[in-house]
């Protein structure tokens, strides 16, 4: 798949580096550069410096022939605006976006975009982890 | 009606005391505490402190009954999300300013109104000298045409030209020009166009980088 990658952060950089790992085409974009030091040693796919809600910087960075977008800058709102502009103007089939807000994680999602919320999902896991003594999978 | 504004800068401030005139309800959202002493001094307590793009804060300015919410901070992404939670909530009418006019489209595809905020280009334009050399959209029409103003820069390629040999981009039209000094004129053919004369053009808006180049000069913002 080739897949977009808005924020070059922490979690975006491993989003990035797994997708690489299983051979998928990655770009990364991020509007500060130093960001991509995150990207591990060996990492196969392009960066490109701009901001991702602003069309013509996602259309360097090839939107119109991704299938996938990933929204995970550190603002819920920015996150939300670049997943409609991948979604509606460019047509992206799949774009997921990272919302920390738990209360407009749902309303997006009612809206028909594929959320996720780190703070719900944090929240139950690490009361789990104390009253059920269930120890979290690292993921793949 | 119940009006409620989330933003607190001039476009809401203002747009909060003509409502409140015409006998309107309205609350205005704004972050800034500083700000909402500021507006409360003016307008009394029609302003309440918090974040609008929070729908615990909406719900609290009791946003399932107005009328109308309008969205007008200077932060597109913050505009919409506070449009969309206000829909959710069953706002019948909800209206964004957009900041970047490239941003119309996503707005239209969600169905929410907008303004690009004309106000706002005005008001700056009041409170701090043009910069020679910018393009400042004034107004956007929905015939596709867009209304902008322009100061020519020293370098511009038409200066010292009459407004009949400046080559623009088609449907482009120079209807008006302020001299330095600010006089207004109405240009004809023969009008000569100087550096410091602010220009009021009408154009395409896909033609808005070649009208740039042809009166401004430097392709620079070119592909912004």
Do not use: W
Request: hydrophobic share 40%; proline share 5%; glycine share 10%.
């Amino acid at each position: 798949m080739n897949i977009l990658i808005m924020g070059c952060g922490r979690l975006g950089a491993r989003i990035a580096m797994l997708l690489d790992e299983q051979g998928h085409s990655i770009t990364v974009i991020d509007t500060n550069a130093s960001a991509f030091r995150r990207l591990p040693e060996g990492f196969r796919g392009r960066v490109t410096v701009g901001n991702g809600m602003d069309g013509t910087a996602l259309e360097k960075a090839g939107i119109q022939s991704m299938d996938a977008f990933f929204a995970v800058t550190q603002g819920d709102n920015r996150n939300y605006f670049a997943s409609q502009l991948a979604r509606e103007v460019y047509g992206v089939k799949r774009v997921l976006c990272r919302i920390y807000d738990p209360v407009r994680e749902g309303i997006f999602r009612d809206l028909g975009l594929e959320t996720f919320s780190p703070t719900s999902l944090g929240a139950g896991i690490m009361v789990d982890m104390l009253l059920k003594g269930a120890v979290p999978s690292k993921g793949s | 009606m119940y009006v409620l504004i989330a933003g607190g800068g001039k476009v809401g401030f203002y747009l909060a005391q003509e409502l409140l005139q015409s006998n309107n309800e309205v609350l205005i959202l704004e972050q800034d505490a500083g700000r909402v002493a500021a507006i409360t001094e003016e307008l009394g307590e029609n302003v309440m402190h918090g974040d609008g793009c929070e729908a615990t804060t909406l719900d609290a300015a009791g946003v399932a009954r107005a009328d109308l919410v309008a969205a007008v901070t200077g932060d597109d992404e913050d505009n919409l999300v506070v449009c969309e939670i206000a829909r959710s909530r069953g706002v019948p009418r909800t209206i964004a300013r957009i900041n970047n006019p490239k941003n119309e489209l996503l707005f239209k595809r969600r169905g929410i109104e907008t303004t690009i905020s004309a106000t706002h280009a005005v008001l700056s334009q009041i409170e701090q000298e043009l910069p020679t050399g910018e393009m400042i959209p004034l107004l956007q029409m929905h015939s596709g045409l867009e209304l902008v103003e322009i100061k020519l820069p020293e370098t511009s390629p038409v200066s010292g030209r009459s407004v009949r040999e400046v080559l623009l981009p088609p449907e482009s039209l120079i209807s008006l020009v302020v001299d330095p000094g600010g006089v207004p004129r109405i240009p004809s053919g023969d009008t000569r166009l100087n550096p410091g004369d602010a220009l009021v053009v009408v154009t395409r808006r896909e033609s808005s980088p070649l009208l740039r180049q042809a009166l401004i000069g430097s392709t620079h913002g070119l592909d912004t």
